[in-house]
């Protein structure tokens, strides 16, 4: 049993050992300074390659596409918040459908007597709105990632409140509210007179009124569908138009998208629009007919968009890196073989010429002994003169 144990390997040995592919030994691996170069850049490569990949996995583009709309059933939300240039005694707002559903079946909207003028601080914060929602309108093919991914479903603040009361009487009126509407074609208008509750009939009441006491001047500080959510800008927050004509007939023609958002808690819905506006003013003389006011006709779109994130499943995309890892490196080692023949083959050019025959044998032959003494002077030297050395004598004692 001791020799058993004795021979049993380690696990750490084992695993090291479990290899399908056979290993060069050290021995034979050759170390060069174009292999650590190559071996030095190959890692930045990978490492600057695992980044990219796991930068791209974690935070991935956005994908839009457009399908067909089933939803029949759901609901449209519809935010407001505008301000018309008449007492709130002098005007009414409300919505009509493809339905014919009355006035007041979806609610209604809030109106607050305030002042046409702004005070200096919601001056410069209505025109700051304004000046940005153009901007974003104008740029947002090149700004649409950036928005998308900014996670800011509104931009900028609401109207902060007037700090100074004015003295002079309230000469406008504020409507703001939500509504939740058919998810069907539909116009939200804000017209002289206050609406009549008539069944099956709708109708404003302006008998009492005259030409002087119109003026349908607006601005309007939000108008939205759905909740807000990051990369949906809304085109008519911060419009403004005013006018000195008092029979105006201001025209919006909204196209509603309804619009699915991916996330990790699931899919949100939403909607976004795109609006074409028309004025022109009433003149009953010149055959320009129509009732003065402000009017909103929207319809929906029979496709939404969806939006998701181009991210792959989370084996597939392990799968893809160690392959990328792997082919890198493999590309490596080939790289570093070519350089290295292409090195050999250099320096394989400035090796000298072969020797040739005459310089072997010269460098073969042998050399000639030179005397320090010329001839004549070895004979002049006597013979006896001339003797081998003599051994040591030894003596005994």
């Known amino acids: 049993m001791s020799l058993i144990r004795q021979r049993r390997k380690p696990v750490t040995q084992l695993v090291t050992e479990l290899d399908a592919f056979p290993k060069v030994p050290e021995t034979y691996v050759e170390q060069t300074a174009t292999g650590a170069y190559v071996a030095i850049i190959t890692f930045f490569l990978v490492v600057l390659m695992l980044?990219?990949?796991?930068?791209?996995?974690?935070?991935?583009?956005?994908?839009?596409?457009?399908?067909?709309?089933?939803?029949?059933?759901?609901?449209?939300k519809f935010n407001v918040d505008m301000t018309v240039a008449m007492p709130c005694d002098l005007i009414g707002a409300d919505i009509l459908d493809k339905t014919n559903q009355n006035a007041f079946t979806f609610g209604r909207l809030r109106e607050e007597p305030t002042w046409w003028e702004l005070d200096s601080a919601q001056r410069i914060h209505f025109d700051e709105v304004q000046r940005l929602n153009q901007y974003l309108r104008e740029e947002y093919h090149q700004l649409q990632d950036v928005l998308w991914k900014s996670?800011?479903?509104?931009?900028?603040?609401?109207l902060p409140e007037r700090k100074v009361q004015p003295t002079t009487p309230h000469d406008a009126c504020?409507?703001?509210?939500?509504?939740?509407?058919?998810?069907?074609?539909?116009?939200?208008?804000?017209?002289?007179?206050?609406v009549l509750p008539i069944m099956g009939a709708h109708a404003h009441m302006t008998g009492f009124m005259e030409t002087r006491d119109y003026n349908f001047s607006h601005r309007i500080e939000k108008l939205s569908f759905g909740d807000n959510h990051a990369g949906i800008i809304q085109p008519l927050e911060g419009d403004e138009k005013t006018t000195d004509i008092n029979l105006m007939n201001f025209q919006y023609f909204v196209e509603i998208v309804p619009t699915e958002v991916a996330g990790l808690t699931g899919m949100k819905k939403t909607f976004q629009y795109s609006v074409k506006d028309h004025v022109r003013p009433i003149d009953h003389s010149t055959g320009s007919h129509g009732?003065?006011?402000?009017?909103?006709?929207?319809?929906?779109?029979?496709?939404?968009?969806?939006?998701?994130?181009?991210?792959?499943?989370?084996?597939?995309?392990?799968?893809?890196?160690?392959?990328?890892?792997?082919?890198?490196v493999a590309t490596s080692t080939i790289v570093c073989s070519l350089v290295k023949e292409f090195i050999s083959f250099i320096c394989c050019l400035?090796?000298?010429?072969?020797?040739?025959?005459?310089?072997?044998?010269?460098?073969?032959?042998?050399?000639e002994t030179i005397s320090m003494l010329d001839a004549a002077d070895l004979t002049a030297v006597p013979k006896n003169k001339i003797q081998p050395p003599q051994k040591p004598e030894v003596k005994s004692s």
């Open 51 to 76: 980044y990219s990949e796991m930068n791209y996995y974690f935070w991935p583009a956005l994908k839009f596409r457009f399908a067909p709309d089933s939803d029949m059933n759901a609901k449209l």
């Open 151 to 158: 996670g800011y479903s509104r931009l900028y603040a609401d």
């Open 174 to 194: 504020r409507v703001h509210g939500s509504l939740t509407l058919n998810k069907v074609a539909g116009n939200f208008h804000v017209t002289a007179g206050k």
């Open 291 to 328: 009732t003065p006011g402000i009017y909103f006709k929207y319809d929906i779109s029979a496709l939404k968009v969806e939006v998701t994130k181009d991210r792959e499943a989370f084996f597939q995309f392990l799968v893809r890196l160690c392959a990328s890892v792997g082919g890198l």
């Open 350 to 367: 400035r090796v000298p010429s072969t020797p040739t025959k005459a310089q072997l044998n010269g460098a073969n032959a042998k050399p």
